[in-house]
Nanobody, 117 residues
């Protein structure tokens, strides 16, 4: 059973920065991807960014390109999301996601990010 522990959310003014972290434990030897999704009030959960555990290829949704950076520390089984130039529309609960090579996925508990205008 994979466990994900997220941290780093909070309240920030527009234009500010936050860094989210997600540490994985369990079957970390079979991690294929780790990434972030978000869900704003009244909206569906949407993809934000993901990173391949081997090789480090990254993928972003268009609305965060140039502002958010996803990175990883394989030794710590941790993925990060550096969020710069935050906008009020980035306000959401951010969820960490891990995809194993078996195809199984796991979700973190979510961390709130609120950007005030």
């Amino acid at each position: 059973q994979e466990q994900l522990v997220e941290s780093g959310g909070g309240l920030v003014q527009a234009g500010g920065s936050l860094r989210l972290s997600c540490a994985a434990s369990g079957r970390t030897f079979s991690i294929y991807t780790m990434g972030w999704f978000r869900q704003a009030p009244g909206k569906e959960r949407e993809f934000v960014a993901t990173i391949r555990w081997t090789g480090g290829s990254t993928y972003y949704t268009d609305s965060v390109k140039g502002r958010f950076t996803i990175s990883k520390d394989n030794a710590k089984n941790t993925v990060y999301l550096q969020m710069n130039s935050l906008k009020p529309e980035d306000t959401a609960v951010y969820y960490c996601n891990v995809g194993l090579s078996t195809g199984t996925t796991y979700w973190g508990q979510g961390t709130q990010v609120t950007v005030s205008s």
